[in-house]
């Protein structure tokens, strides 16, 4: 009798178990590619000199950003969707403090729910690039995430001599 409920319990927390990574993996994915879409907007917005490779580049960025969009309304939690829907009041641009302020906290909070077991992080956008005045904010904050988020020394360097 034991046995059967001990094997009982543990298929359900087995299911239980998968059910939840999956959700999880669905969900960082999701908030991975919308940070990607809005980095790459910032990216090709900021180029001076457009041509029909940019605007490209900026039509598949939106559709990045609108797909990312749609899976965390449905993956995501509910203050993530409500930092989200806050941030895009604006549309997915960078170009003010305000602006600026409201991705860092939708970033942060995506990042704290991604990552349930690591140290809570709060982080400063303003002073991510303070070494790097070149760089757009949309970069800089990517930067940040990135930095934040423990990403190996060499691929973080590669992202930095990229943009």
Known sequence: MAAG?????????TRWTEKYKQLQSLRAAAYVDFLRGVSKLGVVQKDTLRDKDSFLEEREATIIVADAKARIAIYGSKEVVQSLSTFMDGGAVLDTGERLRSFAEMCQLMRNESSPRTQRVSFDVYTSCSSSKRKS???????HVL????????ALHLVECTF
Do not use: N
């Open 5 to 13: 409920l001990g094997a009982i319990f543990g298929a359900l927390l």
């Open 137 to 143: 904010p949309a970069v800089c904050t990517a930067l």
């Open 147 to 154: 930095r934040s988020s423990k990403v190996p020394s060499v």
